[in-house]
């Protein structure tokens, strides 16, 4: 059974930094690119940032271009990103999801919450 | 990257259907057939319910069904139920291979 359970939502001030993981089973880890994708609260779905099984390909969106970090283990089955200079629009829950090769995100983790205020 | 668009809502009632769009560009949506469509229950993860334009997982319900034509992906959820009642989103691959969603629809069952 696939499992994603993320780690690392919190309260944090803006300027802050934060880094989220996500464990990863049930499946061959290192095959698959894997994602980030936020949701503002009641608001819609953001991608946020996607790596390929061996991090040779990573893709940001704008929004978060040149502050986010992704990066992978594929040793320890773990996703990690690493959020620099938060902003409060930043707030959101982050997902972490498997993510295919024909774009779409078969699996997701049950998400953590990040909270971007002072 | 703009959102793709979709309507805010949509209603119906059990037993009719429904049509969800989501209308993008000819760099996204026009541009191949890798468009996605996810149901999210509140407080849930969204759940992926159609692929490749007109794909259904195994496990989902052979009332949800989907087209495209053109930059305008469809969505339609036949014999309606009470258990429909979600958000809806659609997504697609872009023109520098990252990934765009649509803004979201919720829809009510009447």
């Known amino acids: 059974e696939v499992q994603l359970v993320e780690s690392g939502g919190a309260l944090v001030r803006p300027g802050g930094s934060l880094r989220l993981s996500c464990a990863a089973s049930?499946?061959?880890?290192?095959?698959?690119?894997m994602s980030w994708v936020r949701q503002a609260p009641g608001k819609g779905l953001e991608w946020v940032s996607s790596?390929?099984?061996?991090?040779?390909?990573?893709f940001y969106a704008d929004s978060v271009k040149g502050r986010f970090t992704i990066s992978r283990d594929n040793a320890k089955n773990a996703l990690y990103l690493q959020m620099n200079s938060l902003r409060a629009e930043d707030t959101a829950v982050y997902y972490c999801?498997?993510?295919?090769?024909?774009?779409?995100?078969?699996?997701w983790g049950q998400g953590t919450l990040v909270t971007v205020s002072s | 990257q703009s959102a793709l668009t979709q309507p805010a809502s949509v209603s119906g009632s059990p037993g009719q259907s429904i049509t969800i769009s989501c209308t993008g560009t000819?760099?996204?949506?026009?541009?191949?057939?890798?468009v996605s469509w996810y149901q999210q229950n509140p407080g849930m993860a969204p759940k992926l319910i159609i692929y490749?334009?007109?794909n259904r997982p195994s496990g989902v319900s052979n009332r949800f069904s989907a087209s495209k034509s053109g930059n305008t992906a469809s969505l339609i959820i036949s014999e309606l139920q009470a258990e429909d009642e979600a958000d809806y989103y659609c997504?697609?691959?872009?023109?520098?291979?990252?990934?765009?969603f649509g803004g979201g629809t919720k829809l009510t069952v009447l």
């Open positions: 999801a498997k993510y295919n090769y024909n774009y779409d995100f078969d699996y």
């Open positions: 049930g499946f061959s880890f290192s095959s698959y690119s």
């Open positions: 790596t390929t099984g061996t991090s040779a390909y990573i």
């Open positions: 000819s760099s996204d949506i026009g541009g191949h057939n890798f």
């Open positions: 490749e334009v007109t």
């Open positions: 997504s697609s691959k872009t023109a520098s291979s990252t990934l765009v």
